[in-house]
């Protein structure tokens, strides 16, 4: 690769005028990379490359990991690589736990009650009934196009995975259950006993940290009851 000086500038201002110790003549438009690389901008740099090689802007990249896509999936729809993708999901990832610890400090309203206790604690209660295994429990959030958030709960129970969501509202500070487990987990419903092991309903979107990676048991036929005489 020959080495090159800069030499001048094009009489419109758009373009460096470089020349090769042959003095060969070259031309280096003056665009946003240019000024970005001189500055020493590394991050604007990286949005750059994004923005080249693919149809996302970063805040495309960031608005999909809000709703629950992982960085691998929109790595693979933009065609770009994975740790370019990784490189604006920090902030993203950060709101949403952040949303979900708000969501666990808002008190649920069960029936007949005006206020009842924070999901969080309401749910740990239902959990130690159950023998939940403690270090499996994990929640999560992403945000919908309504602008409600869904708060996704995960955990085992001797060794079998289950997941409970619900939708919370930010303004209005309300907690609803989505699904029958959330329900039975914040006292809507009588049962306290664990459930039977099932196939998790975990959505595509969900994330769950890469080193714990939530089991997806097969479906199995439920066993049938002896007849009775």
Do not use: C
Request: net charge neutral; no cysteine; charged share 35%.
């Amino acid at each position: 690769m020959p080495e090159l000086r800069v030499v001048a500038v094009s009489n419109d201002g758009t373009r460096l005028v470089l020349k090769a110790a042959d003095s060969t003549e070259y031309t280096l438009p003056i665009d946003e990379r240019l000024r970005a690389a001189v500055r020493g901008d590394r991050p604007r740099l990286g949005q750059i490359e994004i923005e080249v090689e693919s149809h996302l802007r970063p805040r495309d990249i960031q608005a999909r990991i809000r709703a629950g896509a992982t960085a691998e999936e929109v790595a693979q729809m933009a065609g770009i690589p994975v740790d370019r993708v990784r490189r604006f999901e920090g902030p993203v990832l950060a709101e949403r736990a952040f949303m979900a610890e708000r969501a666990r400090k808002t008190p649920v309203r069960r029936p007949g009650e005006n206020s009842g206790p924070p999901l969080g604690e309401a749910v740990q209660e239902r959990l130690l009934l159950r023998g939940a295994e403690k270090d499996t429990v994990q929640w999560d959030s992403w945000r919908r196009d309504d602008g409600t958030w869904e708060v996704l709960l995960v955990y085992r129970v001797a060794g079998e995975p289950h997941s409970a969501i619900w939708t919370y509202d930010p303004p209005r500070r309300l907690v609803q259950a989505v699904d029958d487990e959330a329900r039975s987990l914040i006292g809507e419903s009588d049962d306290l006993a664990a459930p039977e092991p099932s196939f998790p309903f975990v959505p595509r979107i969900a994330r769950l940290p890469r080193d714990r990676p939530l089991d997806r048991p097969a479906d199995r036929e439920r066993p049938s009851l002896p007849a009775q005489a």
